[in-house]
């Protein structure tokens, strides 16, 4: 059975389930969650497309307003998306850290359970950088090193996880892989934690009409629905 076959299949099994049969090990709940991601990410496209216009029309202390408003309602949007993964960690950790209901472009940046911060604000930042001043650049290549190092403390300890698993489901140790479940699901949600800090803290550094040039980049390059076919 292929992956792509086999996490359909998972997919279908009772909630709950716990399976260790060749290898796979998996607490099921991911049949509504992708359900929920598809209502998620076709709100965030019209959050993404009013914040759009919104800043095409920027001119005076309204529009200024409105763009803090759509600003605050498109990062409270995301961060339901991180309760949701939350959410799903606890009943199927494993297909949550393949994600196999994302975007392309969003596997292309996939790091435990959801983007890296660093590597996304790389891809980004060509596309608002040509209005940032020299120290909003030298304070957003100070912070890329910070989530680098953050991220490479989690990255470290993700690799150390599997090396165990893999020795787990070598001796048919069900007890030590349910412990490394436990554990995966600590790693996703401090992941989850860096994201979201990520989001806050580069809020801080860029003016509002940039950060809003941010969030428009982000969503259109992760956050573009796919046809219910491709899940």
Same mark, same amino acid.
Request: charged fraction near 20%; charge should be neutral.
């Given at each position: @059975?292929?992956?792509? !076959?086999?996490?359909?299949?998972?997919?279908?099994? =009772? +909630? !709950?389930?716990? *399976?260790?049969?060749?290898?796979? #090990?998996?607490?099921?709940? !991911?049949?509504?969650?992708? @359900? *929920?991601?598809?209502?998620?990410?076709?709100?965030?496209?019209?959050?993404?497309? %009013? @914040? +759009?216009?919104?800043?095409?029309?920027? !001119?005076?202390?309204?529009?200024?307003?409105?763009?803090?408003?759509?600003?605050?309602?498109?990062?409270?949007? &995301?961060?339901?998306?991180? %309760?949701?993964?939350?959410?799903?960690?606890?009943?199927?950790?494993?297909?949550?850290?393949?994600?196999?209901?994302?975007?392309?472009?969003?596997? *292309?940046?996939?790091?435990?359970?959801?983007?890296? =911060?660093?590597?996304?604000?790389?891809?980004?930042? =060509?596309?608002?950088?040509?209005?940032?001043? /020299?120290?909003?650049?030298?304070?957003?290549?100070?912070?890329? /090193?910070?989530? /680098?190092?953050?991220?490479?403390?989690?990255?470290?300890?993700? %690799?150390?996880?599997? /090396?165990?698993?893999?020795?787990?489901?070598?001796?048919?140790?069900?007890?030590?892989?349910?412990?490394?479940?436990?554990?995966?699901?600590? #790693?996703?949600?401090?992941?989850?934690?860096?994201?979201?800090?990520?989001?806050?803290?580069?809020?801080?550094?860029?003016?509002?009409?940039? &950060?809003? %040039? #941010?969030?428009?980049?982000?969503?259109?390059?992760? &956050?573009?629905?796919?046809?219910?076919?491709?899940?």
């Amino acid at each position: @059975m292929s992956s792509s !076959n086999q996490s359909r299949f998972l997919a279908n099994k =009772p +909630r !709950n389930e716990v *399976n260790v049969q060749g290898g796979i #090990f998996i607490i099921d709940g !991911n049949t509504t969650f992708v @359900m *929920n991601y598809g209502r998620w990410s076709e709100k965030h496209k019209r959050l993404i497309y %009013e @914040m +759009r216009s919104a800043l095409n029309f920027h !001119n005076d202390q309204v529009l200024d307003d409105k763009l803090v408003f759509l600003i605050e309602t498109v990062m409270k949007h &995301y961060f339901e998306l991180l %309760e949701m993964n939350s959410s799903a960690e606890n009943l199927d950790v494993f297909n949550v850290a393949s994600a196999i209901w994302c975007t392309t472009a969003e596997r *292309n940046l996939w790091w435990i359970g959801g983007f890296r =911060p660093s590597q996304l604000l790389q891809v980004i930042l =060509p596309q608002v950088q040509h209005s940032c001043s /020299q120290q909003q650049l030298s304070d957003i290549f100070n912070f890329v /090193q910070s989530c /680098q190092q953050a991220e490479d403390a989690l990255a470290q300890g993700m %690799e150390k996880l599997h /090396q165990i698993l893999d020795k787990a489901s070598a001796a048919g140790d069900k007890g030590l892989k349910l412990t490394c479940v436990s554990q995966q699901m600590s #790693f996703l949600k401090q992941a989850d934690h860096v994201r979201q800090q990520f989001l806050i803290q580069l809020s801080r550094l860029l003016t509002i009409c940039r &950060y809003a %040039e #941010f969030l428009i980049a982000f969503g259109e390059r992760l &956050y573009k629905p796919q046809p219910w076919s491709s899940l």
